[in-house]
């Protein structure tokens, strides 16, 4: 895997794996909607994380993928 791929997707799986240390760590229990389930904390912040991405990499990722074919 390239470096230009690990940099493009490390991001989110940081923000997955900082979304269930939020619960382990912080989190409520229960009563909480986002921090009360660590399968709803690992998402929400893994979706926090995906919009942040440089999507305009993203982009030209599979642009040049696809003109290689």
């Avoid at 791929?5 to 991001?11: A, D």
């Avoid at 399968?39 to 926090?48: A, F, M």
Wanted: net charge positive; hydrophobic share 40%.
């Amino acid at each position: 895997m390239s470096w230009t791929r690990i940099k493009l997707f490390l991001p989110v799986l940081l923000g997955a794996l900082g979304g269930f240390l939020y619960y382990n760590f912080i989190g409520c229990n229960g009563g909480c909607a986002i921090t009360g389930s660590p399968v709803n904390s690992t998402l929400y912040d893994t979706l926090k994380s995906l919009i942040q991405t440089d999507w305009k990499q993203v982009k030209l990722l599979f642009i040049k993928k696809e003109e290689q074919k």
